[in-house]
């Protein structure tokens, strides 16, 4: 390694995290909602609780746990990315 | 860990001044919190060493007499360096000593056996846990292995890391490291929502021993949703106590011109009295401390009234509103918004929390209902028997947590570049795009933290690596960073440079001031002596209690007449003879080894044998008139 170019904190920070604009979509799809029309909040919390319920790794054994810990990061990442929108709508 | 857990569960709230234990009841639908073998429902977190170790209400009912040798708060300890301001001040109140180690790693220096011995934080609350272990086995007579241990919510990824570590040590497998507030929400959800279908906003308010947290949880349709957790590992009764103790030093200085504060064994005695007192403070006006002949035979005698003590701890409990604005300012909700207010921790019953709480709240109706001395270890039972298989009756109810702290890395400027915000619930995976700052840089080096400072170097330092084999383009290369978090607190950071598809990352599992696997073994290697030793002090009090059993028995038989009347004086005389000098070995402290006084009763047994069989029967009659 070249040492002397790779110090520490050698690059920048851009942006936070995946942009939330483009997965509306497979947002409302991961949460089992309807993939258009409108929206309330209160359905969003309703879809992520069934989600919560159903896929929290605690609920899981055996081989199914992983895929249900995967499956419950992505309702857990729909379910912040589709509040943040409606709240600021 | 692709399956559920064998075997029964405990859970395990390890507290900074007492822990408790419960268990999963089946048949009734509860927990149930076990009682010790002093038939308390908490247990002190004290370990004291003499010519035995001591855990428990033994350790802490002696430590008076021996304030060097008697360890408590380890918990304040745990998972920090020795150099941490949190702990500055409590190394000059400590009556024990505590030295800096390997990687200034803190070491608790104790006198066990007439030889020095340095052990961890993790070692002492290893031995709580243990006996937490021993008290549940007890009372529900077979072996355990499982265990969910409770943390302060607050606690960040060493000190989580060190309390699954004396699990281990215990020899626990600890199933879960779990908040100490989500932990009580869910004791209230199950004590107080039977059904948790009604959605309530729910305010838990845990203000303990050592550490005070607070969580915002939403409960309904049985999803319990942690919104947003805050804290302060280092604020709770014991620093009300040391404010009443470092008053009332002053106050004795004052009065007789001595000065107490360099002698363990009176701060021990005055620290106890002031105890005693601020519990008293919580339900009367005034309370008076007397110890008779505190230092150099001056007797202390001094009282204390509420709004005294109100004023000595005024900053500390304003300080527990500012965090519980903080919390609902994360939480992103109105304090109208909230249904219940929960009070867990012993400190909570303090009038001026309560009084503070319902003036922040605007209401006067915080809920009380649930024992704040038990919730914790209640809602760690309930998540074990979740997590473990044995139960088939377990209440239908989801734990969604958070992260307490951000997590993220150091940029350029040495700046705090965050890639999962605290407040995320868990399990999750996120990422974040880095970029170089230099032209044609070939590694870039990634070092994670945890923490709230905008300067990284100020947080908590995880870990760190390196992805080489960049590209030799001109500066503003893009590398994705992605962030996994687990349930049980075990971050994954990987970065990829998606032009080249290399790729690097670390788990993050054992940084630096953590045990090493090897010094893991040698602890448990220890800890297995040090239960042998216990053994084998039981063995030897068994074996001195028998002998001396049977040489008063025969001594009173010998008076007897009807032996007299068997013996030539001279006989008579020999045995007396070893009969003192049994007496003798039973006194002096020479003697450690069980096997010592088993052969010495073995001796005289067989010696007394011809005489023996009428003495008893003789000596039975007598007893039966």
Same mark, same amino acid.
């Given at each position: 390694?070249?040492?002397?170019?790779?110090?520490?904190?050698?690059?920048?920070?851009?942006?936070?995290?995946?942009?939330?604009?483009?997965?509306?979509?497979?947002?409302?799809?991961?949460?089992?909602?309807?993939?258009?029309?409108?929206?309330?909040?209160?359905?969003?919390?309703?879809?992520?609780?069934?989600?919560?319920?159903?896929?929290?790794?605690?609920?899981?054994?055996?081989?199914?746990?992983?895929?249900?810990?995967?499956?419950?990061?992505?309702?857990?990442?729909?379910?912040?990315?589709?509040?943040?929108?409606?709240?600021?709508? | 860990?692709?399956?559920?857990?064998?075997?029964?569960?405990?859970?395990?709230?390890?507290?900074?001044?007492?822990?408790?234990?419960?268990?999963?009841?089946?048949?009734?639908?509860?927990?149930?919190?076990?009682?010790?073998?002093?038939?308390?429902?908490?247990?002190?977190?004290?370990?004291?060493?003499?010519?035995?170790r001591l855990i428990g209400d033994a350790a802490k009912n002696q430590a008076a007499s021996n304030p060097s040798n008697t360890i408590f708060d380890a918990k304040r300890l745990i998972g920090?360096?020795?150099?941490?301001?949190?702990?500055?001040?409590?190394?000059?109140?400590?009556?024990?000593?505590?030295?800096? /180690?390997?990687?200034?790693?803190?070491?608790?220096?104790?006198?066990?056996?007439?030889?020095?011995?340095?052990?961890?934080?993790?070692?002492?609350?290893?031995?709580?846990?243990?006996?937490?272990?021993?008290?549940?086995?007890?009372?529900?007579?077979?072996?355990?292995?499982?265990?969910?241990?409770?943390?302060?919510?607050?606690?960040?990824?060493?000190?989580?890391?060190?309390?699954?570590?004396?699990?281990?040590?215990?020899?626990?497998?600890?199933?879960?490291?779990?908040?100490?507030?989500?932990?009580?929400?869910?004791?209230?959800?199950?004590?107080?929502?039977?059904?948790?279908?009604?959605?309530?906003?729910?305010?838990?308010?845990?203000?303990?021993?050592?550490?005070?947290?607070?969580?915002?949880?939403?409960?309904?349709?049985?999803?319990?949703?942690?919104?947003?957790?805050?804290?302060?590992?280092?604020?709770?009764?014991?620093?009300?106590?040391?404010?009443?103790?470092?008053?009332?030093?002053?106050?004795?200085?004052?009065?007789?011109?001595?000065?107490?504060?360099?002698?363990?064994?009176?701060?021990?005695?005055?620290?106890?009295?002031?105890?005693?007192?601020?519990?008293?403070?919580?339900?009367?006006?005034?309370?008076?401390?007397?110890?008779?002949?505190?230092?150099?035979?001056?007797?202390?005698?001094?009282?204390?009234?509420?709004?005294?003590?109100?004023?000595?701890?005024?900053?500390?409990?304003?300080?527990?509103?500012?965090?519980?604005?903080?919390?609902?300012?994360?939480?992103?909700?109105?304090?109208?918004?909230?249904?219940?207010?929960?009070?867990?921790?012993?400190?909570?019953?303090?009038?001026?929390?309560?009084?503070?709480?319902?003036?922040?709240?605007?209401?006067?109706?915080?809920?009380?209902?649930?024992?704040?001395?038990?919730?914790?270890?209640?809602?760690?039972?309930?998540?074990?028997?979740?997590?473990?298989?044995?139960?088939?009756?377990?209440?239908?109810?989801?734990?969604?947590?958070?992260?307490?702290?951000?997590?993220?890395?150091?940029?350029?400027?040495?700046?705090m570049g965050v890639v999962i915000p605290r407040n995320t619930a868990i399990p999750v995976k996120m990422d974040g795009v880095f970029q170089t700052i230099e032209d044609h840089q070939p590694?870039?080096?990634?070092?994670?933290?945890?923490?709230?400072?905008?300067?990284?170097?100020?947080?908590?330092?995880? /870990?760190?690596?390196?992805?080489?084999?960049?590209?030799?383009?001109?500066?503003?290369?893009?590398?994705?960073?992605?962030?996994?978090?687990?349930?049980?607190?075990?971050?994954?950071?990987?970065?990829?440079?998606?032009?080249?598809?290399?790729?690097?990352?670390?788990?993050?599992?054992?940084?630096?001031?953590?045990?090493?696997?090897?010094?893991?073994?040698?602890?448990?290697?220890?800890?297995?002596?040090?239960?042998?030793?216990?053994?084998?002090?039981?063995?030897?009090?068994?074996?001195?209690?028998?002998?001396?059993?049977?040489?008063?028995?025969?001594?009173?038989?010998?008076? /007897?007449?009807?032996?007299?009347?068997?013996?030539?004086?001279?006989?008579?005389?020999?045995?007396?003879?070893?009969?003192?000098?049994?007496?003798?070995?039973?006194?002096?402290?020479?003697?450690?080894?069980?096997?010592?006084?088993?052969?010495?009763?073995?001796?005289?047994?067989?010696?007394?044998?011809?005489?023996?069989?009428?003495?008893v029967r003789d000596y039975s009659d007598e007893d039966t008139d």
């Open positions: 390694f070249n040492w002397r170019h790779g110090s520490e904190k050698a690059y920048e920070f851009s942006t936070e995290s995946e942009s939330s604009c483009s997965g509306s979509v497979p947002d409302r799809l991961a949460l089992g909602l309807n993939s258009s029309g409108p929206l309330k909040l209160e359905d969003v919390k309703n879809a992520y609780r069934a989600c919560a319920l159903k896929w929290h790794p605690d609920r899981h054994q055996g081989s199914s746990k992983a895929i249900a810990e995967e499956k419950f990061k992505r309702c857990s990442a729909a379910y912040q990315s589709l509040c943040d929108k409606l709240v600021m709508d | 860990m692709a399956t559920k857990h064998k075997g029964r569960a405990i859970g395990i709230d390890l507290g900074t001044t007492y822990s408790c234990v419960a268990a999963w009841e089946e048949q009734n639908g509860r927990a149930e919190i076990i009682v010790n073998d002093q038939g308390n429902r908490t247990t002190p977190s004290f370990v004291a060493f003499t010519d035995q920090r360096k020795y150099k941490d301001p949190a702990i500055e001040c409590d190394l000059k109140l400590w009556p024990f000593k505590v030295v800096s /180690g390997a990687d200034d790693k803190p070491m608790i220096k104790v006198n066990y056996k007439g030889k020095e011995k340095c052990l961890a934080a993790e070692e002492i609350s290893s031995m709580i846990l243990s006996k937490m272990k021993e008290i549940a086995e007890a009372y529900l007579d077979f072996s355990l292995k499982n265990a969910v241990i409770t943390v302060p919510a607050y606690f960040n990824d060493s000190q989580r890391k060190a309390t699954k570590d004396a699990g281990v040590i215990a020899g626990l497998n600890v199933m879960r490291i779990i908040n100490e507030p989500t932990a009580a929400a869910l004791a209230y959800g199950l004590q107080k929502r039977a059904n948790c279908s009604e959605k309530r906003n729910v305010f838990i308010f845990d203000l303990g021993g050592g550490t005070f947290d607070v969580s915002l949880v939403t409960i309904e349709d049985g999803v319990f949703e942690v919104k947003a957790t805050a804290g302060d590992t280092h604020l709770g009764g014991e620093d009300f106590d040391n404010r009443m103790v470092r008053h009332f030093v002053q106050e004795f200085k004052r009065k007789n011109r001595v000065d107490i504060s360099g002698d363990p064994r009176a701060l021990r005695r005055l620290r106890n009295g002031c105890e005693k007192a601020k519990r008293i403070l919580s339900h009367a006006n005034d309370t008076t401390i007397e110890i008779d002949a505190l230092f150099q035979g001056i007797d202390f005698r001094f009282s204390i009234t509420r709004a005294r003590f109100e004023d000595l701890n005024r900053d500390l409990f304003e300080k527990c509103m500012e965090i519980s604005q903080n919390c609902l300012d994360d939480a992103k909700m109105e304090k109208r918004e909230v249904h219940d207010v929960v009070l867990v921790g012993g400190s909570s019953r303090i009038p001026k929390v309560q009084s503070l709480l319902e003036k922040f709240f605007q209401r006067y109706n915080l809920c009380k209902s649930i024992n704040p001395d038990e919730a914790v270890a209640y809602g760690a039972a309930i998540q074990a028997a979740m997590l473990s298989e044995s139960y088939s009756i377990v209440p239908n109810m989801v734990l969604v947590d958070v992260t307490p702290l951000s997590l993220g890395i150091a940029t350029h400027g040495d700046l590694t870039a080096s990634f070092p994670v933290y945890e923490g709230e400072r905008t300067k990284a170097g100020e947080n908590n330092l995880l /870990g760190l690596f390196h992805l080489s084999g960049l590209p030799r383009v001109p500066r503003g290369h893009p590398m994705n960073v992605i962030f996994e978090l687990d349930y049980d607190g075990i971050l994954k950071v990987c970065a990829v440079d998606e032009t080249t598809g290399n790729k690097n990352g670390i788990t993050i599992t054992n940084e630096k001031g953590r045990l090493s696997s090897a010094e893991i073994k040698r602890m448990i290697e220890e800890a297995a002596f040090f239960k042998e030793e216990d053994k084998k002090f039981k063995k030897m009090v068994k074996a001195k209690n028998a002998l001396d059993d049977y040489i008063y028995r025969m001594e009173k038989a010998m008076k /007897g007449f009807d032996v007299s009347s068997k013996l030539s004086p001279s006989e008579k005389e020999t045995i007396m003879s070893k009969f003192r000098k049994g007496k003798r070995m039973l006194e002096s402290e020479e003697h450690n080894e069980a096997a010592v006084f088993e052969n010495y009763l073995k001796r005289l047994q067989k010696m007394c044998q011809p005489i023996v069989i009428n003495k």
